[in-house]
């Protein structure tokens, strides 16, 4: 079998390569395509056939609802590993071994005090500002004072953005918590591990002794271990595409940051529980809001459902479902709205719409249910989603710059008007 791809046009053969990945996906590479067709381009908006990148990091395929960082599977990770190993397997590409993982954690601790200027930025924000965009503007003002980090060629360098931002982010999530309570900003304490140290942050308040409670902690780091990577998802692809034109790792995790919080992607949690409470409050009939869902006429989607990649379960989502039933029993909540996911999931899976559109709950559906029993606010389910990601980011960004990948550019089929003369005011 010869890996060529022919494009034929206008009666003129064209021949391209064909790369083989080592899960056996097929991709025909077409940098060359548009330099020898004369100016031929590919028309591929949200880009759902294009391949951005070449990537070790992480596989995934859709219709067998199979996720793999680095070969291992995310069952055996959300099952087995701490975080931190996770994020040091999905950034450095192998498990790493007892001391390896100990000065990886020692380092970002090391780095986690955040500068305290960075709390004149906080407080120009209202108190009712939206914490992924305080958590975007924070990251990105590391820029500013970490400004001789921005060597983005130096291995050295990237290492000590990499443990910085580890350090910081979870610092600077917890202050834009903090600042929508109105309670005081915690400090990082380097007693403690990385999920313990995040939930303090949380949680602690001056009056009251923290105790931290292994059971939040448990489903905690399972559930950002879950979110860790997931390919060129939005996200990634704008920490790449930011990343690709040299700019700081913190700059590119800002505008990742951004991307996350769209409803569509990460935001899509916290629209899953608003859409939940809503279908409480209107009296529990799941049957109406799938069928405004099924509606062309009406722009309401069935949040947490369907997804660009799995067209099958989001294995993500298996693991979260059965979590939620465990985590909302040991903790003794009884939140009402698990009962209408699951009739809502029965009721959509049964359903030729979805069953032919192939849309399942994706990793968003069950998350905020969690989240909620774990005591985490609504407006805090998409940062608590990009603590969990930013290994994976990371990971893409350090991929691209090793590569030495190029720029990215898209091109564009202009569709507007051809040339034509000004027309001057007194005339239009
Ligand atoms: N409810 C109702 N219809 C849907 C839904 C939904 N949730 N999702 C897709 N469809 C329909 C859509 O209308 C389209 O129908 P048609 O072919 O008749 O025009 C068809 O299914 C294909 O959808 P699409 O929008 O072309 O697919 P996409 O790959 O561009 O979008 C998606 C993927 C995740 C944005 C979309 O499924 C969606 O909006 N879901 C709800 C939001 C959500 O849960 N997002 C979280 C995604 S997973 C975590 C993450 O990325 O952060």
New binding site residues.
């Given amino acids: 079998m010869s890996n060529i791809g022919i494009f034929e046009f206008q009666g003129k053969k064209y021949e391209f390569p064909v790369e083989i990945g080592t899960e056996n996906e097929i991709a025909i590479d077409i940098k060359k395509l548009r330099g020898s067709t004369g100016g031929i381009i590919t028309l591929d908006p949200?880009f759902?056939n294009t391949g951005s990148c070449k990537s070790k990091i992480t596989f995934l395929n859709g219709e067998k609802g199979i996720l793999r960082h680095r070969g291992y599977a995310i069952e055996d990770l959300a099952k087995k590993a701490s975080f931190l190993e996770v994020a040091y397997l999905i950034i450095f590409g192998e498990l790493p071994n007892k001391k390896q993982l100990e000065k990886f954690e020692n380092d970002i601790k090391e780095k986690s005090l955040v500068d305290e200027e960075i709390k004149d930025i906080l407080d120009g924000f209202p108190r009712s500002a939206h914490p992924m965009g305080v958590l975007s503007a924070l990251t990105a003002s590391l820029t500013a004072f970490h400004s001789h980090l921005t060597d983005v060629h130096s291995e050295e360098e990237i290492y000590s953005s990499i443990t910085r931002l580890m350090g910081k982010f979870p610092v600077l999530a917890a202050w834009a918590h903090a600042k929508n309570e109105g309670t005081p900003l915690n400090y990082a304490d380097n007693s403690l591990d990385y999920i313990d140290n995040l939930l303090m942050m949380m949680y602690k308040i001056p009056t009251t002794p923290y105790k931290g409670n292994p059971v939040i902690k448990k489903a905690m780091e399972e559930l950002l271990i879950l979110h860790q990577d997931?390919e060129q998802?939005?996200s990634t692809s704008t920490v790449r595409l930011v990343g690709s034109s040299h700019a700081s790792l913190f700059a590119s995790i800002s505008a990742g940051v951004s991307a996350?919080w769209g409803?569509?992607?990460?935001g899509?949690n916290q629209?899953?529980i608003e859409m939940l409470e809503a279908i409480k409050e209107d009296g529990g009939d799941v049957e109406k809001f799938i069928n405004k869902?099924?509606d062309?006429n009406d722009p309401f989607?069935?949040?947490?459902?369907?997804?660009?990649v799995y067209k099958n379960f989001?294995p993500r989502a298996l693991i979260i479902k059965e979590s939620a039933d465990a985590v909302l029993a040991e903790l003794g909540v009884d939140d009402p709205t698990l009962e209408i996911a699951k009739h809502l999931e029965e009721t959509a899976l049964k359903d030729p719409?979805f069953v032919e559109?192939k849309?399942f709950p994706?990793?968003?559906?069950y998350s905020g249910i969690i989240y909620r029993a774990l005591g985490i606010p609504v407006e805090m389910f998409t940062v608590m989603?990009a603590i969990g990601r930013l290994p994976g980011w990371i990971a893409q960004w350090r991929e691209m710059r090793l590569n030495s990948e190029p720029i990215g550019r898209p091109r564009q089929l202009y569709i507007g008007e051809t040339k034509r003369d000004y027309v001057p005011m007194s005339k239009r």
């Fill in positions: 949200g759902k997931h998802n939005c996350l409803p569509l992607h990460g899509a629209a899953v869902a099924k062309k989607r069935l949040m947490g459902f369907g997804h660009r989001d719409y559109k849309l994706n990793v968003d559906f989603f």
